[in-house]
């Protein structure tokens, strides 16, 4: 996570909103999170925040990608 931190703040994109992502939810209309979808130079890094924790992160608004990759619940996915 630290690695992602570091290659968008020498791109300077760190605090960019995050504008790509989908909520998670099954078939029960259940929701587990969201999954943020976070470019880089070859791929795009996943990052897993769930729910109910993912909330907070829209109450202004989409979040930055700061925001997503310093929240504690975060998980990064390969």
């Given at each position: ?36 979808f976070?470019?880089?130079d ?37």
């Amino acid at each position: 996570m630290q690695l992602l931190i570091k290659k968008l703040e020498k791109d300077k994109k760190l605090g960019e909103k995050a504008s790509k992502y989908t909520q998670i939810i099954d078939d029960k209309s259940v929701s587990h999170g969201v999954l943020f979808f976070i470019p880089m130079d070859k791929f795009e890094a996943k990052v897993l925040v769930p729910a109910p924790f993912h909330e907070n992160l829209f109450l202004n608004g989409d979040p930055t990608y700061k925001q997503v990759l310093n929240h504690k619940e975060a998980m990064m996915l390969k």
